[in-house]
Structure formats: C-alpha cells, structure tokens
C-alpha cells in the first residue's frame, strides 16, 4: 500500500501569512493526489484533485504543485476560514490512502 | 444537488455486526459513472478509506479489513449499504460515506461527503 507522510504536523501562522503543505508519497503516485480541509465537527472538503486542479467552488488562493512522490499545497494568503486540517489522499493504487494530516493553526 | 447522509446505529457491542446505511440523492449509480464509497476517522485520528462500489456494482475493499466488510447496494431506494463483522473498541469511528465520479476529471477522489455518523463500539 501507498503511504502518504504529510509535513509538518502542525503549522502555526497569522492570517495574511503563506501557508505551505507538504505530501510524500512512498512510490510514485504520478500526478493521482488530492487535498482535502476538514474543520472541527465537519466532514472533508475536496480542494485539489490531480495534484493542481481545484476542486468546484474552491477559492483561487489555494493551488497545488507536485508530481511523483513530493506534493505541496499552498495557500497564497491564509484567510481567518482556512485554519483547519488537511489531508492528501492518492488513487494511483488500490487500496485509497490518506494521510495523517496537517494541523493548519492560528499563530 | 448531490446529498449523502449515513444512518446506523451509534453503539455496537465488541464482536457484533455493523450495519451503516448511505441514502443519497442527486445522483443515480445505475446511470454510469457514480461511485459510494466509505470512509472512517477514529477520534482525533486520520481518515481510513474502507470501501468503494461502482455503478456496474464493481466493489473495492480496504485489504486490511477486506474480510469484515460487505457494500452492497439497493439503486431502488438509493442506498448503499455497508456491513462490518465482528466490531472491536478499535473501530469507534465517525463513518463517512462520500460520492465519487468515477469518470469524471475528479475520479476517485471524493467530492461529496455525509455529515458523518459516529459509532462507538462498547460493551
């Protein structure tokens, strides 16, 4: 099975602030990742499917990069509402895997 | 407007069978390209994705629970349905089921997502 390794754990930075994710894939997952936010109490929210394409309705100042093993997803300029985990999730192989998610916190 | 929504019971007995029911609406499976799948998420912990079934009733299972778990679904009542054997404390989990285009440029990522629904396995 794929593992997703996501880094950091935790980020903790100010509204205005540009906020980087990282996603690493144990083998290559070609360009097959997605992202997903999730706030307390809430199912996921798609964001990024395919590395770089958003998601319908998802807002311009989130954008991934990435391709094989290394993913990013950035946040261009953190909003009050961004603040939350996310998750990447790749369906290059069988089975589907997340992983472990990165807590985005207000500094 | 495509909706989900998870209904089940909220406690299960350790070694009884989980049964967790996604009625959704918005979208048919039997018109080609939808799939359902299951996801769970332990308390404070990461989502585990658990199963997939596509329109033509294809079905994918999480190999490490693969033998405890059955999705099946009823098109008439726009279900799916997914069963667990033999629960244990470890799988209190809130249980997602989420709708996925598997034909669309979105493919097998999940786009649509219940409110989720919490079971706790206890005796």
């Known amino acids: 099975e794929i593992v997703l390794t996501q880094s950091p754990a935790t980020l903790s930075l100010s509204p205005g602030e540009r906020a980087t994710l990282s996603c690493r894939a144990s083998?290559?997952?070609?360009?097959?990742l997605g992202w997903y936010q999730q706030k307390p109490g809430q199912a996921p929210r798609l964001l990024i499917y395919?590395?770089?394409n958003r998601a319908t309705g998802i807002a311009a100042r989130f954008s991934g990069s990435g391709s094989g093993t290394d993913f990013t997803l950035t946040i261009s300029s953190l909003e009050p509402e961004d603040f939350a985990l996310y998750y990447c999730?790749?369906?290059?192989?069988?089975?589907?895997?997340f992983g472990q998610g990165t807590r985005l916190e207000i500094k | 407007q495509i909706t989900l929504k998870e209904s089940g019971p909220t406690l299960v007995k350790p070694t009884q069978t989980l049964t967790l029911t996604c009625t959704f609406s918005?979208?048919?499976?039997?018109?080609?390209?939808?799939?359902v799948g299951w996801i769970r998420q332990p308390p404070g912990k990461a989502l585990e994705w658990l199963a997939l079934?596509?329109?033509?009733?294809?079905?994918r299972y999480s190999p490490s629970l693969k033998s405890r778990l059955t999705i099946t679904k009823d098109t008439s009542k726009n279900q799916v349905v997914l069963t667990m054997t033999n629960m244990d404390p470890v799988d209190t989990a809130t249980y997602y089921c989420?709708?996925?285009?598997?034909?669309?440029?979105?493919?097998?990522?999940?786009?649509?997502w219940g409110q989720g629904t919490l079971v706790t396995v206890s005796s």
């Open positions: 918005g979208f048919s499976p039997s018109s080609g390209g939808a799939g």
């Open positions: 079934i596509y329109w033509d009733d294809d079905k």
């Open positions: 999730q790749q369906r290059s192989d069988w089975p589907i895997t």
């Open positions: 395919d590395a770089s």
């Open positions: 083998q290559s997952v070609s360009n097959y």
């Open positions: 989420a709708h996925s285009d598997l034909t669309g440029p979105s493919q097998y990522f999940f786009d649509y």
